[in-house]
């Protein structure tokens, strides 16, 4: 009885495991493409880590409200649309979020809370003033390349 349960044990852990850590696009289920098509491209692209995250956030997507849903595909449409830089500067700036005390968040809260709720053309005349030096860094860096 003991040299089966080790034997079966055995074979359970040499036997290759589906990889649920880092499944390519066709391993998801159709659930889960469902819920993660914005991502479908470069899905197979992303690291494990990454993977694991957009996982995550497909399990928790059935209990979501319809306005949840609808933002989260959202905001994965516009993931897929940013630079690697873009990426990697939104991530770090998460970060410093997170290490904020919390009295700190809670006033960015705030804040956020009530730029939200203005109407969008008094939010379009704010993101302006701060998109402009972002714009004009663009327009000289691809001036640069090509002229090069």
């Known amino acids: 009885m003991l040299a089966a349960l080790v034997w079966s044990c055995t ?9 649920s850590r880092n499944p390519g696009w066709a391993q998801l289920s159709a659930q889960q493409k469902d819920v993660l098509a914005p991502l ?3 899905w197979d692209k992303l690291e494990p ?6 996982l995550g956030i ?3 997507y059935p209990k979501m409200t319809l306005p949840e849903r609808e933002r989260a595909q959202a905001r994965m449409r516009e993931w897929v649309r940013l630079s ?7 991530r770090e700036k998460y970060r410093r979020i997170g ?4 009295e700190k968040r809670q006033v960015l809260s705030e804040k956020w809370a009530e730029y939200q709720a203005l109407p ?12 402009k030096p972002r714009a004009a860094k663009r327009r000289a860096k691809d001036s640069k390349t090509t002229a090069e």
């Open 99 to 102: 290490k904020l005390p919390p």
């Open 11 to 19: 074979v359970l852990a040499a036997a290759p495991r589906p990889e």
């Open 120 to 131: 969008p053309e008094q939010r379009e005349a704010q993101a302006a003033p701060a998109a």
């Open 40 to 42: 479908s491209g470069e």
């Open 58 to 60: 497909a399990k928790g």
């Open 84 to 90: 690697p830089q873009q990426r990697r500067e939104a």
């Open 49 to 54: 880590a990454r993977k694991r995250k957009w």
